[in-house]
T-cell receptor
């Protein structure tokens, strides 16, 4: 099955800094999603992005399907951005999302 | 609009017991998936149901079972609980490809 790898595993930023999170996947995908998991465990949808580029406020994402990677950009980071960011992908007919191991982000004031 | 809801929020069970977790999808969503998230790892796929039929199953033992009801809500059952079943159980619903997750049920097995 498909494999999903994320980097870096941990990231510490000062408030206001920019960051780039990377997701590599081993096969073509028909679904790729980015999530932010808050301290209470809730997975919050950031982007549904099997290909192309999207932006939502300070966050943007790009998936280059032909090269099998996706990038999540966070600009002007805030302390509320802290948490774990997951990339998840699938290439099956049913919606079995395969998650990466996550990037743990800590934004300090 | 209400998101995906799950109950209970927390649960403590003893080894060998059975547990039932419940999920209500977003209104209009016909597909429900279940995931298990062990501390420090990403969620792992357990089941997907669509229109009351199982469409996919992950690498979990037969102690895990699920069903979907005519109103598209779903239950996940785990029999003969082991300490290793302690985890956050997440339910997701979808209309198309994009999945939306509920807040999860945190199960502790002692």
């Amino acid at each position: 099955g498909i494999q999903v790898e994320q980097s870096p595993p941990d990231l510490i930023l000062q408030e206001g800094a920019n960051s780039t999170l990377r997701c590599n996947f081993s096969d073509s995908v028909n679904n790729l999603q980015w999530f932010h998991q808050n301290p209470w465990g809730q997975l919050i949808n950031l982007f549904y992005i099997p290909s192309g580029t999207k932006q939502n406020g300070r966050l943007s994402a790009t998936t280059v399907a032909t090269e099998r990677y996706s990038l999540l950009y966070i600009s002007s980071s805030q302390t509320t951005d802290s948490g774990v960011y997951f990339c998840a992908a699938t290439n099956t007919g049913f919606q079995k999302l395969v998650f990466g191991t996550g990037t743990r982000l800590l934004v300090s004031p | 609009d209400a998101g995906v809801t799950q109950s209970p929020t927390h649960l403590i069970k003893t080894r060998g017991q059975q547990v039932t977790l419940r999920c209500s999808p977003i209104s209009g969503h016909k597909s429900v998936s279940w995931y298990q998230q062990v501390l420090g790892q990403g969620p792992q796929f357990i089941f997907q149901y669509y229109e009351k039929e199982e469409r996919g199953r992950g690498n979990f033992p037969d102690r895990f079972s699920a069903r979907q009801f005519p109103n598209y809500s779903s239950e996940l059952n785990v029999n003969a609980l082991l300490l290793g079943d302690s985890a956050l159980y997440l339910c997701a619903s979808s209309l198309g490809n994009e999945q939306y997750f509920g807040p999860g049920t945190r199960l502790t097995v002692t």
